[in-house]
């Protein structure tokens, strides 16, 4: 945890220009009311690139995590369409 923590510290201090333009381009999409934000798992792909001068890598743990958060499904809505399908069929087997 505490190697996590350092590592999270180093992130959040990280100056922007350690992004390169072309990743930040690459980055930028543009919604429905044309308002632009950046794809986290383009700027994370890049940052978990960024290797220290000994080759060693400089966000491993952090990237990790930022993998796991990124599979997290952002909602629930297919689980209770599935739910809904299944109570609708219960009450049509007891309806019948």
Same mark, same amino acid.
Request: charged share 25%.
């Given at each position: 945890?505490?190697?996590? /923590?350092?590592? !999270? ?8 220009? &350690? &992004?390169?333009?072309? &990743? ?23 940052? *978990? *690139? ?5 080759? *060693?890598?400089? !966000?491993?743990?952090?990237?990790? +995590?930022?993998? +796991?958060?990124?599979? &997290?499904?952002? /909602? ?9 399908? +299944? ?10």
């Amino acid at each position: 945890m505490d190697n996590l /923590s350092e590592e !999270f510290t180093q992130y959040q201090l990280l100056d922007d220009s &350690i &992004i390169p333009r072309d &990743i930040w381009d690459r980055s930028t999409v543009m919604d429905d009311e044309e308002q632009a934000y950046h794809r986290m798992d383009v700027l994370w792909h890049y940052l *978990s *690139s960024l290797k220290y001068p000994d080759n *060693s890598l400089r !966000f491993p743990r952090l990237t990790n +995590v930022g993998k +796991v958060v990124l599979t &997290i499904p952002h /909602s629930n809505a297919e689980e209770e369409r599935l739910f809904s399908m +299944v109570n609708l069929q219960e009450q049509n087997c007891i309806q019948t």
